[in-house]
Structures are given as structure tokens and as C-alpha cells.
């Protein structure tokens, strides 16, 4: 999963960060409203965490921009707590939830995967390729019935290829995906980190659900 975090406050956006990449989401965050249209028009992000009180361009008017471009991502906006007014115009521009701050990590992810769970194209939980079981609620890996432990990086990287499975993912868009963006583009994380995953869900089985198309990518299928 990826997300984009829209605010100002330094202190609030690395808070917002650390809860988010804790999770093994992706975050780029963008310091004021123009930013945020930027990277919300430039990146397919998952979710987008938006603060409404903004420089430059407020938040009412980035989630208004990116509605009119066409961006779908799920907004969740921050309000403070006396702005009552504030959440009915964040819904009323094109937001999806609001929070009001200060919240905790917990109600943060709480808010996010539902709102994913609400829009995600795969709705359907546990996914099951072959033999292989991802629960993306609980975070539980099993295949033919045996638990796997994955880092929350390749869990990450195998729940993208899960949920666009039988279809081929490129080393970039597993990376734009996975990875943010301060990632290098040019290293080969995406290789070490799909060698890793490989050992964990085929090694020891029969047949291989993790395969490479050769100068393509990569592809999760039960063949
Ligand atoms: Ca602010």
C-alpha cells in the first residue's frame, strides 16, 4: 500500500509517517497544498491523508483539485477539534472520512484500512492463490496450511502481487507501490526483497506461485 500524508506541521506528518511505515504502508508526505495536488496527480496512491488548514492551497481545494483530475484515492482529512464546520465541507468537497486531531496510531489505521477495504477493487478477504492464504486484515500468511513470517516489507510486496494476481507487475511499479519515493529507482531492492519473499512462499513446495516473466516482471499465480 501506498499513501500520500498532506500537512504542514512537521511534528504531525512525521507522527503520521512513522504510524503509516510501522504498518508497512509507503508514505510520501507534501508540506502544503500545491504539493500535495502535485504527487496526488503524479502517484496511484491508496489512500491520501490530508490536513485541511494547508499554506498555499488548503485542503478543501486539493481534494476538489484531484476530484476534478479524476484521482479516486480515498481522502481522509484532519480537522481540529473545534472546526465542526470543517468536516461537512471536507466531505462536501470530495473527502471520504475525516479525523479529528489529535487521534491515535491505532484509530488512524483503523479509519485507513476500512476506507481501503471500501474502495480496494479486491474486496474479498482472505485472498487464496492455489494453496497459499493472505489475510491482508490480520496480516496472516499460511500456505497448505503451514504459517509463514514475513517482514512487514515483504508482506507488503506480497500483498500487491495478491491483489493483482494472474496480472504481471514491472520492477517499477512494484516499486512506485511498495516503495516511496525517496526510494533510488536505479537499485535493486525490489530483486533482494522478491528473492527473500521467494524462499518464504515456495521453497519446500511443489509448485511455484511467484514467477519471473523474463524482462517483464513478476507475476503471483496458481497455474
Ligand atoms: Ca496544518
New binding site residues.
Given amino acids: 500500500m501506498r499513501a500520500l500524508v498532506v500537512?504542514?506541521?512537521v511534528g504531525v506528518a512525521s507522527f503520521i509517517e512513522g504510524c503509516l511505515r510501522e504498518a508497512s504502508i509507503a508514505v510520501d508526505v507534501a508540506a502544503d497544498g500545491q504539493a500535495g495536488i502535485q504527487l496526488g496527480r503524479e502517484n496511484a496512491y491508496d489512500v491520501i491523508v490530508l490536513?485541511l488548514?494547508?499554506p498555499i492551497r488548503d485542503g478543501f481545494s486539493v481534494v476538489r483539485a484531484l476530484r476534478a483530475e479524476g484521482v479516486k484515492a480515498p481522502v481522509i482529512c484532519l480537522t481540529a477539534r473545534d472546526a465542526v464546520d470543517d468536516r461537512v465541507k471536507g466531505l462536501d468537497s470530495g473527502a471520504d472520512d475525516y479525523m479529528v486531531k489529535p487521534f491515535s496510531p491505532a484509530e488512524l489505521l483503523a479509519r485507513i484500512r476500512a476506507l481501503v477495504r471500501r474502495t480496494s477493487a479486491i474486496a474479498t478477504n482472505p485472498i487464496r492463490v492455489g494453496d497459499l492464504v493472505i489475510d491482508v486484515v490480520a496480516r496472516h500468511v499460511e500456505r497448505a496450511g503451514r504459517r509463514i513470517d514475513l517482514s512487514a516489507r515483504e508482506f507488503a510486496l506480497l500483498e500487491y502481487l495478491a491483489r493483482n494476481v494472474g496480472h504481471v507487475l514491472t520492477r517499477y511499479m512494484i516499486l512506485e507501490k511498495v516503495w516511496d519515493m525517496n526510494q533510488d529507482p536505479l537499485t535493486n531492492v525490489v530483486d533482494v526483497q522478491m528473492t527473500r519473499l521467494r524462499k518464504k512462499i515456495d521453497h519446500g513446495y511443489a509448485t511455484p506461485l511467484i514467477h519471473t516473466v523474463r524482462g517483464v516482471g513478476f507475476v503471483l499465480r496458481a497455474d
Fill in positions: 500537512e504542514d506541521e490536513d488548514m494547508l
